[in-house]
């Protein structure tokens, strides 16, 4: 089992920057791909960011393409997820998920641990 924890959300202006992370305070994702969805209010949850299991490969949604980065750290069991030049659109909750497998996923079932989530606002 594994407790993921994410932190690094706030309040921030149109074109400014926030660097979320995730930390497994219980177990490890060393052998896991992970990703960042966010939800805002009254939408479906989406895909925002994905890295596999040895963060050689990363995927992202065309919405935060070269405005984020994501990256995996197995000595500090933590991933971060980088957003650049953010926009009100981006305003939601993110999280982050553990991969059941090798390889990033842009489909929530493909994970199977979920943090509490970290609230971004973006204003105009």
């Known amino acids: 089992q594994v407790h993921l924890v994410e932190s690094g959300g706030g309040f921030v202006q149109s074109g400014g920057s926030l660097k979320l992370s995730c930390v497994a305070s219980?177990?490890?994702?060393?052998?896991?791909?992970m990703g960042w969805f966010r939800q805002a209010a009254e939408k479906e949850r989406e895909f925002v960011a994905g890295v596999s299991w040895n963060g050689k490969w990363t995927d992202y949604a065309d919405s935060v393409k070269g405005r984020c980065t994501i990256s995996k750290d197995d000595a500090q069991n933590t991933v971060f997820l980088q957003m650049d030049s953010l926009k009100p659109e981006d305003t939601a909750v993110y999280y982050c998920?553990?991969?059941?497998?090798?390889?990033?996923?842009?489909?929530?079932?493909?994970?199977?641990?979920w943090g509490q989530g970290t609230q971004v606002t973006v204003s105009s």
């Open positions: 998920g553990r991969g059941k497998g090798l390889a990033s996923s842009q489909f929530d079932s493909a994970y199977d641990a």
């Open positions: 219980e177990g490890t994702f060393r052998w896991n791909a």
